[in-house]
């Protein structure tokens, strides 16, 4: 009964998304925001129809489906541009992936101790959980015509291979912090992280590899030339996935390289069909993810949180990102509005939810760190989702201004 309710509403909701299809990327508002409101009003606070147990004890379900969204969402941005064009931004992205990130689980976790007086192994828990980028939520502003209209390829770039690598990246970080927790000697945490990343790297390599020839040979033969390439991307993910998930291998990562290695090899037929891509992930394959979300969310924890959770949602959005990006903006080659553009629109999004739902998994649920972490994630969805256009149309105007000024 209840998964009919689910179902129906994302029915409404996608045929409401395919409505406003051409004025959604004007208005402010995305469609992981109409899923969590949706989840929100079908929940017990509202209208009640759906009564989920909250995030604390549906962790698996909600664990499961964010790791399928991740895969496939990575997938989408591993093909987004050529590889020649990912190959030229190797070093910020380095940058980004070794400084930027670490740095900024360093910063969550320590605001999370500040403000809310976490153990410094839950702090570390919640930062390393919500210190990638989403690939979900920042492809909204970096995807569709707006997009390409205003910002320069080279952000657009960043952005997207930053929030496709770090997700998996992030694992060593969630291992370091499990550590903490006394769940793994620090030995366990570097063998485990050399076998997950290292394995999930050569899986993805061979998989996307395999598959890119594969695709070759049949479009030589006529076997592939009436079947969307889009299926054979989804299904290639969905297969790196269930392979990296068999051998315990960081199954994010390995995605992410496979189509990496795919994209090099392939025939390039399905980079022309990556809008679709996008288009399923970010327009539909959102909305079940963030209805069920919108109804696990664990209100009396926030309530218990009470004005800290307040503040510690405002410093996380603040100053998490925004200020090492501006530091790093020299190196990374990135003008002021730049950086400031790519700090804020670095959000918390899905993977936050993958990992923290892992750790409940691994250690058992830590109300705390759950409870802080679903509040940044909602918080985030509802603020990325409100200023794409608006911080798009701040970003036209300020770089205009540079502009006018440089000339």
């Not at 790791?67 to 030229?88: D, K, Q």
């Not at 990638?132 to 970096?142: E, I």
């Not at 392979?243 to 199954?251: E, I, K, P, T």
């Amino acid at each position: 009964m209840e998964l009919d309710i689910v179902l129906a509403a994302v029915g409404v909701l996608g045929v409401v998304v395919a409505t406003m299809s051409a004025k959604m990327r004007s208005l402010p508002i995305s469609e992981p925001l109409l899923g969590l409101v949706a989840g929100i009003v079908l929940g017990p606070q509202v209208v009640g129809v759906l009564t989920m147990p909250t995030l604390a004890a549906e962790q698996s379900l909600l664990h499961e489906v964010s790791r399928v969204l991740l895969a496939i969402s990575v997938m989408a941005v591993a093909l987004r541009y050529p590889f020649g064009e990912i190959r030229r931004h190797i070093r910020p992205v380095l940058i980004l992936l070794l400084l930027v990130l670490p740095v900024m689980a360093m910063v969550s976790a320590g605001l999370g101790w500040a403000i809310l007086g976490m153990p410094l192994a839950a702090a570390a828990l919640f930062g390393a959980a919500i210190s990638p980028t989403d690939p979900v939520l920042s492809s909204s502003v970096v995807t569709g015509e707006a997009a390409e209209r205003v910002l320069p390829a080279r952000d657009r770039q960043l952005l997207s291979v930053e929030s496709g690598s770090n997700d998996g990246l992030a694992l060593p970080l969630v291992l370091v912090a499990v550590t903490m927790a006394g769940a793994l000697t620090p030995g366990g945490a570097l063998l485990e992280s050399a076998w997950q990343v290292g394995g999930g790297v050569v899986l993805g390599v061979g998989i996307g590899w395999l598959g890119g020839h594969a695709l070759r040979l049949g479009a030589r033969h006529g076997a592939t030339a009436s079947a969307p390439a889009l299926f054979f991307t989804v299904v290639l993910a969905l297969g790196i996935l269930g392979a990296a998930g068999l051998l315990h291998l960081d199954g994010i990562l390995a995605v992410f390289v496979g189509g990496v290695a795919f994209n090099i090899v392939g025939t390039g037929r399905e980079r022309a069909s990556e809008d679709s891509v996008d288009e399923a992930i970010n327009r539909f394959a959102v909305l079940p993810l963030f209805v069920l979300f919108g109804v696990a969310l664990p209100w009396q924890q926030w309530v218990e949180l009470g004005w800290q959770g307040v503040a510690l949602l405002l410093a996380v959005l603040l100053l998490r990102r925004i200020p090492i990006v501006l530091l790093m903006k020299r190196p990374l080659k990135l003008r002021p509005p730049d950086a400031l553009y790519l700090g804020w629109f670095g959000p918390v999004g899905v993977a936050a939810l993958f990992y923290l739902t892992m750790e409940a998994e691994r250690l058992g649920a830590n109300e705390q760190v759950l409870a802080a972490g679903s509040l940044v994630l909602a918080g985030s969805t509802i603020a990325f989702g409100l200023t794409g256009v608006f911080g798009r149309e701040l970003y036209r105007r300020a770089t205009a201004q540079t502009d006018s000024l440089d000339r």
